[in-house]
């Protein structure tokens, strides 16, 4: 159950970076544009991203400092969101899809779950002035209402379900493609990307063990599920023979990508990076739970009620975990190999009949 602590984390956590989700969204890009000179220069965006580098780091003065580090990761998250929403990689997303799916990497997946690791809610409720936390996030930490949504929205189940489904809804053709051509639907686009990634991080890298947190069990479960909700999906756009998404046409489509390359491209970025991430939160959590484990086992050897098969057994079950998680992630690469190679294949293979086509049409030109 959220704690109010938790509460007011994620109302400045939405405070800070919502508005610069809103405000991005690319301006015209012309071909043969300079890359670096499509940077999005937004200020309400910059100003967000440095409101929140700020406040944390005004909230490391009082109270334990963090590990270097969770500091490290929490401004390496604040780095993806402004790679996202800033560099030039918000101007392309919207005429090239595989740039696209980078950009939405950034903003469900990276930068929650670096946000997520450096356990930041003491030190951002710190930072603020005395004054907002009491008149303000107090008051918005004690409504009724907002901790029974919370309490809903951060059941495993639903944290996962919202995460994966998002990303699958947006995905479909009509959907995307109007969000592509239209500003308030893109923005709703990006909201949603953000919220259910820092909902579905804040579960899955809970720093509490069961049973005030999630078990080990089900956070793996919600990992496999997330993984796989990744693999299908960009699977699906790796396989496919045909182009899905005309918006980017509409747009202009930039580079001089073909627009099945391009989709596919996407699908693969999806697939392999995408999966790569919930492989290091995996870990990162086996490796937490590894250590809670070592925890218990100290204090039950204080206070002389472990037996002496407790530390095998534990080591045994630590084992069982990383060699599954292990296997996991050698099938999704032998998967990626596989499309990648088929891929290939596909495109010797259409080279020819291609060529033979137009040889065709030309004899009978003739």
Not at 171 to 187: F, G, K, Q, S
Not at 208 to 229: D, K, L, N, S
Not at 232 to 249: E, P, W
């Amino acid at each position: 159950m959220p704690t109010p602590r938790f509460v007011r984390s994620l109302a400045v956590l939405g405070g800070l970076l919502l508005p610069s989700a809103a405000y991005a969204h690319g301006d015209e890009v012309h071909p043969g544009q300079g890359f670096w000179s499509l940077w999005h220069w937004s200020p309400e965006m910059i100003a967000a991203l440095l409101l929140a580098g700020l406040v944390y780091a005004r909230g490391l003065g009082g109270g334990r400092r963090p590990s270097a580090w969770r500091i490290a990761s929490f401004y390496a998250a604040l780095i993806a969101f402004f790679v996202a929403l800033i560099s030039p990689v918000e101007r392309l997303a919207d005429h090239i899809f595989a740039v696209h799916q980078v950009e939405h990497m950034l903003l469900r997946t990276i930068g929650p779950l670096f946000l997520f690791l450096a356990i930041p809610q003491g030190a951002l409720m710190r930072g603020l002035p005395k004054g907002l936390r009491s008149s303000l996030v107090g008051p918005v930490a004690r409504t009724g209402w907002l901790h029974k949504l919370l309490q809903f929205l951060r059941r495993p189940l639903v944290a996962t379900l919202l995460f994966v489904g998002t990303s699958w809804v947006w995905m479909v053709p009509e959907w995307h493609d109007l969000a592509i051509l239209n500003e308030a639907v893109h923005y709703s686009w990006h909201i949603s990307l953000i919220v259910t990634g820092l909902l579905f991080f804040s579960v899955l890298l809970d720093p509490h063990p069961a049973p005030a947190g999630p078990g080990i069990g089900t956070r793996m479960a919600m990992f496999v599920a997330a993984a796989f909700g990744n693999i299908s999906l960009g699977a699906t756009l790796s396989f496919k023979t045909q182009v899905l998404y005309t918006a980017y046409d509409h747009l202009g489509r930039m580079w001089d990508v073909a627009p099945i390359t391009d989709e596919r491209i996407g699908g693969l970025v999806m697939w392999i990076p995408g999966c790569m991430m919930f492989g290091l939160a995996a870990g990162i959590m086996l490796f937490r739970f590894g250590e809670e484990e070592k925890r218990t086992v100290e204090r039950r050897q204080r206070e002389g009620r472990m037996t002496a098969r407790d530390p095998a057994a534990t080591k045994a079950n630590n084992r069982r975990l990383g060699w599954s998680l292990a296997g996991f992630a050698a099938m999704v690469l032998m998967l990626a190999v596989a499309v990648v190679s088929f891929l290939i294949q596909m495109e010797h293979s259409a080279a020819p009949d291609a060529v033979a086509h137009v040889g065709a049409a030309e004899h009978q030109a003739g």
